[in-house]
């Protein structure tokens, strides 16, 4: 079964600190990994990663993966309080034509001013 | 605004009911993806329709059941609704298939059952 484990499960900082958000995973047929941020409502996407190595960044958002060791992180520079929010990864496996999405639990993270 | 629109936004019904939401996907995706997110279980894959077919489930219990109409709009049933069942339900679309299109998310419906 496919499997995605975030850490830490929660976060509080303060305003201006660094964050780094961690993602593991673990499936068959790997097309994709991603992040998304949680506010209120819906997910709404920050960045899909397919390859290792490659840092995706924006503004004060970055993210990497490392497919040999199973993992991504998200980094978060200078953060202010409207970062506060659950960030979730997921990944896309496809096995036999059948694309799906397994999200981890999330992290909530927690900006004080 | 991702351009998926769901409706209704809040559902409050009885065990027992049947209940149907709507998602309409961005103009040109042909996927669309349902989810259920509750507090203790996370965001967790329903099933997959790609340009009128079905094309994966997920952990979909037998009370669901969706489809996707030719107009691409999707229609998620749930009967015989439990407590257990309250949760927010998205759904999100894609262009297509590759591992390059991300998914857009609606806003979701919550749903509640007493």
Redesign the interface.
């Known amino acids: 079964e496919d499997k995605v484990v975030q850490s830490p499960l929660s976060l509080v900082v303060h305003e201006g600190d660094t964050v780094t958000l961690n993602c593991s995973y673990e499936v068959t047929n790997f ?2 990994l ?1 992040w ?1 941020k949680q506010e209120k ?5 920050l960045f ?1 990663l ?1 390859s290792s190595g490659i840092e995706k960044k924006s503004g004060r958002l970055s993210s990497i993966l490392d497919k040999k060791e199973l993992f991504s992180i998200l980094n978060i520079t200078a953060t202010q309080t409207g970062d506060s929010a659950i960030y ?1 990864c ?1 990944v ?1 496996a ?1 096995n036999f ?10 992290t909530r993270l927690t900006i004080i001013p | 605004d ?1 351009g998926v629109t769901q409706t209704p936004k809040h559902l409050i019904t009885a065990t027992g009911q049947r209940v149907t939401l709507r998602c309409s996907p961005r103009s040109g995706d042909l996927s669309v ?1 349902w ?1 259920q997110q509750s507090l203790d279980q ?4 329903l099933i ?1 329709y790609y340009n009128g077919e079905e ?2 489930k ?1 952990n979909i219990l037998e009370r669901f059941s969706a489809q996707q109409f030719p107009d691409l709009h999707s229609e998620l049933n749930l009967s015989s609704l439990e407590l257990g069942d309250s949760a ?1 339900y ?1 759904c999100a679309s894609r262009v297509g ?1 590759a ?2 299109n ?7 419906t919550r749903l509640t059952v007493l």
């Not at chain 1, 409502?41 to 996407?45: I, S």
């Open positions: 097309r994709s991603l998304y409502k819906a997910p709404t996407f899909m397919t979730l997921a896309e496809a034509g059948n694309e799906k999405l397994t999200f981890g639990t999330g | 991702s993806y989810y996370g965001l967790q894959f997959h094309r994966a997920g927010l998205f298939l591992a390059y991300e998914q857009f998310f609606g806003p979701g």
